[in-house]
């Protein structure tokens, strides 16, 4: 299989009060200085092996200039033998999309888009403190299709505060009259120490009971079935032949090479990431210093083990037989025994060739995946 390649860019022009990812504020000094140690880092370590996908995520990649964008992904074909069909996503937000813009990134190479739209009520969007409004969210999905992009993911989340079943379901069928060819939907989470926390106690705001987050999933995703979106993962659903090409690597025991601060790798059973602070890559890279942490092979067990729980995210499931080619496992010998009860229980499928969560056992995924994490948790 092709490596993905994934770039980092961790700058936003504001912070969401619910974001948990490496990001920081965008700064036009810095920005410029961490895109020329990008550069560094990619040209560096190229060895011209074949990639098929290039995924700009973050942070909101958005906020490069097109020329920028431009120039990391021919950094990416001078290191590495770039199919020429790759699939090269870019995560926008709404709010800075413009069609000079597009059309610049579109020029660049970027052939498929994914914005972050997260709701189509205004009033949602202010609760998480987006810089978007919903019609600004539709706007720049029509003008990114008025520009050439025929390939684009929507991004949504429920279980928002105050948000009930029905004003969810707004959004899906919203998100569904645009007819993207990807959609991406999560239920939000609350860290610990999220300012919405904050918010919400200062708004008297409060999320569903857990039942209803349940019915959100679940008729979330039925109703984006019925309009022809296949549910492939966990949190993913896709018009036939539209479902990512990079994020599938990560489910499906792929490789890929991680650029940019927090960046993550594997390959060839060796697992590393990068230093997650911004200045400290800038200044790694440009010293000439490792900017890898964490480097290590990863054991027999552990790849086992990780194959078996990222497969069972995806609706297909595991095959079970190539589970045994590639690992040697019977995984129904192994782990029968504690997967019983969730069969008996309907939240997971086992027909002797296959292992797979149905939509109801997707909400409880983690119950189920914990049974394969022997080495690294348990
Ligand atoms: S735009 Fe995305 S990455 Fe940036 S702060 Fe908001 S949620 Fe986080």
Redesign the pocket.
């Known amino acids: 299989m092709s490596l993905g390649l994934y770039v980092h860019i961790p700058f ?1 022009s504001a ?2 009060n619910y ?1 948990n ?1 490496n ?1 920081g504020l965008f700064d036009a000094a810095l920005k410029d200085r961490y895109v020329a140690a990008l550069l560094n880092e990619i040209e560096t370590s190229g060895d011209g092996s074949d990639a098929d996908t290039i995924y700009f995520g ?3 990649p958005s906020l490069l200039e097109p020329a920028e964008v431009k120039a990391i992904i021919d950094g990416c074909r001078r290191s590495w033998m770039v199919a020429a069909d790759a699939e090269i996503t870019l995560e926008a ?1 709404p709010e800075t999309v413009t069609p000079e813009r597009v059309a610049g990134l579109r020029a660049a190479g970027v052939n498929r888009l994914s914005f ?1 739209v997260q709701s189509f009520r205004d009033v949602e969007l202010q609760r998480l403190s987006r810089l978007h409004s919903a019609h600004k969210a539709v706007e720049a999905f029509q003008i990114a299709r008025r520009e050439g992009f025929d390939n684009i993911s929507l991004d949504l989340m429920m279980w928002l505060p105050q948000q009930s079943v029905a004003q969810w379901l707004e959004s899906v069928d919203a998100l569904i009259a645009l007819r993207p060819e990807h959609a991406s939907m999560y239920l939000l989470e609350i860290y610990p120490n999220a300012p919405l926390r904050d918010a919400m106690a200062r708004g008297q705001w409060s999320v569903a009971p857990d039942d209803d987050a349940a019915e959100m999933y679940l008729s979330g995703f039925e109703r984006m079935e019925r309009a022809g979106y296949g549910q492939y993962e966990i949190s993913n659903a896709a018009l036939p032949g539209r479902e990512s090409r990079h994020n599938l690597k990560y489910w499906t025991d792929g490789e890929w090479l991680g650029f940019g601060c927090g960046a993550h790798s594997t390959r060839n059973g060796m697992r590393w990431k990068n230093v997650a602070a911004t200045e400290e890559y800038i200044s790694a890279v440009t010293a000439g210093g490792h900017v890898t942490t964490d480097r290590r092979l990863l054991t027999g067990e552990e790849r086992r083990e990780e194959a078996l729980f990222m497969g069972l995210r995806l609706a297909a499931g595991l095959d079970l037989q190539g589970m045994k080619n590639r690992y040697g496992v019977d995984v129904w010998d192994e782990y029968g025994g504690e997967l019983q009860s969730f069969v008996d229980a309907g939240l997971l499928v086992y027909d002797g060739r296959s292992l797979r969560m149905p939509r109801s056992g997707m909400l409880l995924a983690h119950e189920v995946m914990t049974v394969f994490i022997r080495s690294t948790v348990r």
Do not use: K, L, Q
């Open positions: 936003c912070i969401c974001c990812f990001r973050g942070g909101t937000n972050g």
